[in-house]
Nanobody, 122 residues
Framework: QVQLVESGGGLVQAGGSLRLSCAASGRTFSSYAMGWFRQAPGKEREFVATINRSGSSTAYADSVKGRFTISRDNAKNTEYLQMNSLKPEDTAVYYC???????????????WGQGTQVTVSS
């Protein structure tokens, strides 16, 4: 069992930056691939980024590629999402998730955080 707690969300102007963190409980954090998803009002939850167990491999949605960076620190049981050049369309609740197998589909993830709101003003 893994419990995930996101932090770092907030209100930022377009072009600004935020760094989200996801703290995981338990001693098996490095056993999971990790991901970030987001859900905007009235829209389905969508994939943002994923990172493998060691942190050596990452993948991104086309909409955030080049602007967002996913990373992890297994010694601290923490995953990060650095978000630069933010746009109003990035406004959403951001969720971190842990997966035994990894992937871009939300059904591939076993554990979820409660979400953190990111609002980008124009």
């Amino acid at each position: 069992q893994v419990q995930l707690v996101e932090s770092g969300g907030g209100l930022v102007q377009a072009g600004g930056s935020l760094r989200l963190s996801c703290a995981a409980s338990g001693r098996t954090f490095s056993s999971y691939a990790m991901g970030w998803f987001r859900q905007a009002p009235g829209k389905e939850r969508e994939f943002v980024a994923t990172i493998n167990r060691s942190g050596s491999s990452t993948a991104y949605a086309d909409s955030v590629k080049g602007r967002f960076t996913i990373s992890r620190d297994n010694a601290k049981n923490t995953e990060y999402l650095q978000m630069n050049s933010l746009k109003p369309e990035d406004t959403a609740v951001y969720y971190c998730a842990a997966s035994w197998r990894g992937g871009r589909r939300d059904y591939e993830y076993n554990y979820w955080g409660q979400g953190t709101q990111v609002t980008v003003s124009s």
